[in-house]
């Protein structure tokens, strides 16, 4: 019996001191040629990585004025990385890009950035289900636009989509966020903002060629844009989750929003 005592007291020391299987954040830094520089991103691997085979991927978007260390403040997010085994990538979408590939400055090619030289480069470099049933893009606020944005215009790309308080409609808000400085004044040009404006981008989609959650706060300024999408998706018969509850644009609200998303992202790739 003295024997056995000792076993449990060795093993016990030995769990105690053992690092415990956690989800990894790494900081990695990428290469955009349509932009000739260095962007860097931040990536949630879960605690399997190292012993699994392919993973699906979500990318979270940031909002306007944050950068690719906005996400990284959620704690939920290691959490959701090891219990839905999947890969989050939070990319810099530069501080207003708007995730364009700006007609006004050929600097700015963020859509070119996201959708395809990192969405390769992740793909080249992990273990990742490199087809878009194995790929997610969400985002808040800019990056709610963003997401919706890449997601309808490159669906062999992405298989589902989701915005958190989204500017999904940003004609009525001519003078904010820079966006003038991506499309050039809505008073020049405003086939620019009619034309990349997420709400004017609905014949873009047939019904189930893309799974889509929407979320948006009933005090937030982008909640009545929302609402105006909710149902130009119901005309078009496009399914789609829509959630709408208590709450205004900020963080408070999308450390709630983002647990829903990530788990219709799940649903989404177990179903494929």
Same mark, same amino acid.
């Given at each position: ?41 931040? !990536? ?57 590939? $700006? ?11 996201? $959708? ?52 999904? &409609? ?30 004017? !981008? ?8 893309? $799974?889509?959650?929407? &979320? ?24 789609? &989750? ?27 790739? $177990?179903?494929?």
């Amino acid at each position: 019996m003295k024997y056995f005592y000792r076993f449990f007291i060795l093993s016990s020391i030995i769990l105690l001191f053992q690092p415990a299987l956690a989800a990894r954040v790494d900081t990695v830094e990428t290469f955009s040629t349509a932009m000739n520089k260095k962007i860097k991103a931040v !990536m949630i691997f879960p605690e399997d990585y190292s012993v699994g085979k392919e993973f699906p991927v979500v990318y979270l978007l940031h909002g306007h004025g944050n950068d690719y260390r906005a996400w990284s403040k959620v704690p939920f997010l290691t959490e959701a990385a090891d219990k839905y085994h999947m890969i989050l990538v939070c990319p810099d979408g530069g501080y207003s890009s708007w995730y364009f590939d $700006s007609p006004e400055n050929s600097k700015w090619k963020y859509e070119t950035y996201v $959708s395809d030289e990192l969405v390769k480069w992740v793909d080249k470099n992990y273990k990742t289900r490199k087809s878009r049933e194995g790929r997610a893009i969400t985002g808040l606020s800019m990056g709610g636009h963003g997401a919706l944005y890449l997601a309808f215009r490159h669906q062999d790309v992405f298989g589902a989509a989701g915005s958190m308080s989204g500017g999904v &409609d940003f004609r009525p808000f001519p003078n904010n966020w820079d966006i003038a400085a991506r499309l050039g004044r809505y008073s020049e040009y405003p086939e620019r903002w009619e034309q990349n404006t997420v709400i004017n !981008m609905l014949h873009l989609l047939t019904p189930g060629s893309l $799974s889509l959650i929407i &979320d948006c706060g009933t005090e937030d300024f982008f909640y009545k844009v929302n609402e105006n999408l909710h149902s130009k998706l119901i005309d078009r018969n496009i399914p789609h &989750d829509y959630i709408t509850r208590q709450g205004a644009h900020n963080w408070s609200y999308w450390n709630n929003s983002v647990k829903y998303q990530l788990l219709f992202m799940n649903e989404f790739f $177990s179903r494929k």
